[in-house]
């Protein structure tokens, strides 16, 4: 399954030209977003950490844990994003467990990616 | 809200003395556990990287996205600690939103601190 499915038909939703800035690293914000259509690049700093695909989230941590952005958002190629807020995001995890299971997955994979990154 | 709570009257519970390895890095698991009572560590190679209180969560990560153990777990003190297998999870985070909430908040958590652990 895959999650444009869950949100093709979102209302929420937000278009970007390639290279517009979606969220900046240590700004607040309080939605996630899911990958509709094109490419997302995650920035620290100078440094490119990940390319989002389309299927896949962007933007969650501040979501499920309200605190300063960890990163900046950029689109790489022009893009639609579905925006997630607060409450839709609760709807969704309580309605569709897949979803839970589907952002956790995700979390795990890069705390692996990181784990690995940092052995010697 | 506490995850005991959810977890007290838990019939798959194991307790190990202190000392005790409750899953070795590198190992096969699909378990994790709710810590009832006592503290385990998690320990990378020689490098305790976490510890773990009563009324949190250890051994998720092969339980979310099952590979090999990334950590070592160490019972710190006599601890008790229900056995959450992959049945057990999904019906959990299916009946129980704060559930998986909190599983990511804990996963949120980690990828904050490895983010600024390795920030210059």
């Given amino acids: 399954m ?4 869950l949100f093709k038909s979102a209302e929420n939703t937000e278009e970007f030209q390639a ?9 607040t914000g309080s939605v996630m977003y899911v990958v509709l ?11 490119v950490i990940e390319v989002i695909e389309s299927g896949n989230i962007v933007g969650e941590m501040a979501l499920i ?3 300063f952005r960890s990163a900046t958002a950029v689109a790489k190629s022009d893009c639609r994003l ?3 807020d607060e409450k ?3 709807f969704m995890v309580q309605q569709t467990p897949f979803f839970a299971l589907h952002v956790m997955r995700i979390l795990v994979n890069r705390l692996r990616r990181m784990t690995a990154s940092q052995m010697d």
């Fill in 19 to 27: 290279g517009a800035t979606i969220f900046e690293e240590k700004s």
């Fill in 88 to 90: 839709r995001f609760l």
């Fill in 82 to 84: 579905a925006i997630v």
């Fill in 2 to 5: 895959d999650l444009r499915d």
């Fill in 37 to 47: 259509d094109g490419e997302v690049e995650v920035r620290r700093g100078a440094r």
């Fill in 65 to 67: 844990d309200p605190q």
